[in-house]
């Protein structure tokens, strides 16, 4: 039993200041080449594994890919500032999420469904370190390299 049912008192109403008639925030906008970073990660070292699990939803892509980028002469402020950067660029993100896929498919039984990823980064002593964690149903029974909805070329 709750103590309002046992008769306590509610709290009492509360005076807002209301709403200001400007609001001001100062930011650092930073803006990265897409370019440069698609250079740097189709540079970078790849390591992936994962496996195939079979739950409630079906077969199951689980993996991992972490992407090595080596950074020369650079600094573990510079590092940083760049591992914090990637996770919340979309262009890096979407880069990473595109090479973890890849890989994935590439060791993939079947051929995958829409993905989930999950992407972190982290300075590295030889540059910065993207992890991505990629979770995907397997499409059983359809073609490698196949797309959904368009039919199979008949054998004529």
Known sequence: MNAHALGAPKPGLAKTRGDRAIFVRSATLVRGSA???????????????G????????????G????????????EKEREFLASLAVRDPHVRLLA???ARREASARASAPLGRASCEVRAAAD??????????QAPLIVGA??????????????
């Open 35 to 49: 370019a440069r970073w698609k250079e740097l990660l189709d540079s970078a070292d790849v390591v992936s594994e």
């Open 51 to 62: 496996e195939e699990r079979t739950d409630r939803d079906g077969p199951q892509w689980l």
């Open 64 to 75: 991992s890919s972490s992407l090595i980028v080596v950074l020369a002469h650079s600094g």
């Open 97 to 99: 999420t595109r090479i």
């Open 125 to 134: 002593p030889r540059g910065l370190r993207i992890d991505v964690d990629l």
């Open 143 to 156: 073609r490698r390299g196949a797309r959904a909805g368009r039919p199979k070329p008949s054998a004529t």
